[in-house]
């Protein structure tokens, strides 16, 4: 299920350290700049092997820079 979560709640998920942070764009926008601590995403092997539980709580976002 996809939804679609607030500022103030993903301020608090990162500073607790409890989800997986995922940009959705390519690698040239995460060099040039992504939230703290959010991985590339690159695969779904990836985030199965970064997020083995299945109750892992993930974001997924993406930006333009342009």
């Known amino acids: 299920m996809v939804k679609t979560i607030d500022r103030e709640t993903?301020?608090?998920r990162m500073?607790?350290?409890d989800l997986l942070l995922l940009e959705v764009l390519g690698e040239a926008s995460y060099r040039?700049?992504?939230l703290p601590?959010?991985?590339r995403y690159?695969?779904?092997e990836q985030v199965?092997?970064?997020a083995p539980?299945?109750?892992t709580f993930i974001v997924a976002?993406?930006?333009n820079f342009n």
Do not use: F, P, W
């Open 61 to 63: 976002y993406c930006s």
């Open 53 to 55: 539980e299945k109750d």
């Open 32 to 34: 040039q700049g992504h």
């Open 42 to 44: 690159e695969s779904t």
């Open 15 to 17: 500073e607790g350290g």
């Open 10 to 12: 993903l301020r608090s």
């Open 37 to 39: 601590g959010a991985v």
């Open 48 to 50: 199965r092997k970064l």
